[in-house]
T-cell receptor
Framework: AQSVTQLGSHVSVSEGALVLLRCNYS??????LFWYVQYPNQGLQLLLK??????LVKGINGFEAEFKKSETSFHLTKPSAHMRDAAEYFC????????????FGGGTRLMVKP | DTEVTQTPKHLVMGMTNKKSLKCEQH?????MYWYKQKAKKPPELMFV???????INESVPSRFSPECPNSSLLNLHLHALQPEDSALYLC???????????????FGPGTRLTVL
């Protein structure tokens, strides 16, 4: 069985500061990993995905994530936070052969202070 | 067109009502999904349709009845719901249910359901 842990249900940063949202996964096979963002009262939007092509993945809105197999991590970063980045962020894993079912982490609410 | 649309945006219903949620995509995707999301929680998978056939039912109560009339449409029929069923219902689609190349799911904006 696979699982996803997001450390920190709430993260607060100042505008212009580094954003770091943590995600650790457990999977018996090489996984596919995703970061989704959810703005208030909206659906989920894909930020980026890891599919084994490159360990450093660049996504939309200046976000990127690095896959570290040895640490079973896929942390999301952005060099400089904007007020518009305030949202809920979900890390998810999809096992190969699992019918494309996503297992989500518990989510991290990012707050950006002016 | 990379959009998944859902109607209605908001729905309030009584416990004896029958209502339906609708989801539509025109990306040629052959897999469609229903999720339920409670406040401050991640989405929970309810159903998966693959090539218009129900492939996964995550032990959802029978008061929720999915339907896939064609490859672009997905409905969720609701009957005799309980107040605890109040949530955001999200629809998603992907090319297939295969996982080659990280088959990402595209989500709609959701329907906010309130059961009185």
């Amino acid at each position: 069985a696979q699982s996803v842990t997001q450390l920190g249900s709430h993260v607060s940063v100042s505008e212009g500061a580094l954003v770091l949202l943590r995600c650790n996964y457990s999977s018996s096979v090489p996984p596919y990993l995703f970061w989704y963002v959810q703005y208030p009262n909206q659906g989920l939007q894909l930020l980026l995905k890891y599919t084994s092509a490159a360990t450093l993945v660049k996504g939309i809105n200046g976000f990127e994530a690095e896959f570290k197999k040895s640490e079973t991590s896929f942390h999301l970063t952005k060099p400089s936070a904007h007020m518009r980045d305030a949202a809920e962020y979900f890390c998810a894993v999809s096992d190969q052969g699992a019918g494309n079912m996503l297992t989500f982490g518990g989510g991290t609410r990012l707050m950006v202070k002016p | 067109d990379t959009e998944v649309t859902q109607t209605p945006k908001h729905l309030v219903m009584g416990m004896t009502n029958k209502k339906s949620l609708k989801c539509e995509q025109h990306m040629g995707h052959r897999a469609m999904y229903w999720y339920k999301q409670k406040a401050k929680k991640p989405p929970e998978l309810m159903f998966v349709y693959s090539y218009e056939k129900l492939s996964i039912n995550e032990s959802v109560p029978s008061r929720f009845s999915p339907e896939c009339p064609n490859s672009s449409l997905l409905n969720l029929h609701l009957h005799a719901l309980q107040p605890e069923d109040s949530a955001l219902y999200l629809c998603a689609s992907s090319q297939t249910t295969g996982t080659s190349h990280g088959n990402e799911q595209f989500f709609g904006p959701g329907t906010r359901l309130t059961v009185l």
